[in-house]
């Protein structure tokens, strides 16, 4: 069998920046125990898998080192990259249908736009075990479908040091920590080391909470964010109702073919 390959930097201005995910158009289906051992070889945080369908839109299943998951927003990118740049799509909007609900993605200034689904948050008390894994309490924690501690600085996001082992055991799918930015509206990181991701370097769905959050807080719908992982990314967001708009570049880093 042959697979096509494509890696992409995802949220990136250029190679080596963003988060790299890989993506694999298929012709087909293939069995989910093929697909998930791609993406324990890829060893990247995502691997994206797409069919294509006869109306200008396709399924898309996205897949971490361990599990399938529900939602991803930089595979999401990188597959509307590889579809428009390297399959031939001339539309100005494709569309993907998958477990997190139908997606849409449209050519736009930064690169591409997504339109994803809100994630509403709600404060919480810190679940025991969160300020030992991230060895600092936060000022705040609101929980929705990801667990997401705030502080005050946006110094405390770049030098936290979590305990990923720890991290693993709280009940949350990703912890998330975020602060107002300096040159931005806010920063944040990722962490989801239950699903074989410790830090996710740029993280779209994570923006479907953060997004809503800060545009309450500060009051305006529009909203300029940066990841910062050791890599870095920039999201531009804007949130419409029950709807988070995610802006970004993608960026081609290989090209080749999965041969078994």
């Known amino acids: 069998m042959r697979i096509p390959l494509y890696q992409v930097d995802a949220f990136a201005e250029r190679v080596f920046e963003g988060n790299p995910a890989a ?3 298929l012709d087909r289906w293939i069995d989910d125990a093929v697909m998930q051992s791609i993406a324990a070889e890829n060893n990247l945080s995502e691997t994206a898998f797409f069919v294509p369908g006869p109306d200008d839109s396709a399924d898309l299943r996205w897949f971490t080192p361990r599990a399938e998951v529900d939602l991803c927003g930089h595979a999401t990118l990188a597959s509307a990259h590889v579809w428009f740049r390297h399959l031939g799509y001339t539309g100005a909007e494709v569309t993907f249908r998958t477990r997190g609900g139908v997606l849409r993605v449209r050519r736009a200034a930064q690169g591409l736009q997504m339109d994803f689904p809100a994630l509403p948050t709600v404060p919480c008390e810190a679940p025991a075990g969160l300020a030992a894994a991230l060895d600092v309490q936060p000022s705040a924690v609101v929980r929705g479908r990801d667990l997401i501690a705030v502080f005050d600085e946006e110094e405390q996001i770049r030098t936290l040091s979590p305990d990923f082992d720890a991290i693993a055991d709280l009940d949350a799918l990703c912890v998330v920590i975020t602060a107002p930015g300096k040159d931005c509206d806010f ?6 080391p239950s699903v074989g ?26 909203l300029f964010a940066r990841q910062r992982s ?3 990314g920039a999201l531009y967001c804007e949130v419409r109702g029950d709807r988070v ?12 073919e999965i041969v078994f």
Do not use: I, K
């Open 230 to 232: 050791r890599r870095g």
């Open 197 to 222: 991701v410790d830090e996710d370097l740029v993280t779209g769905s994570a923006h479907c909470g953060l997004a809503p959050y800060w545009a309450r807080r500060l009051g305006r719908s529009r």
């Open 245 to 256: 708009l995610l802006e970004g570049n993608a960026v081609d880093y290989l090209r080749g």
């Open 23 to 25: 993506v694999c158009p």
């Open 187 to 192: 920063v944040s990181r990722c962490f989801a």
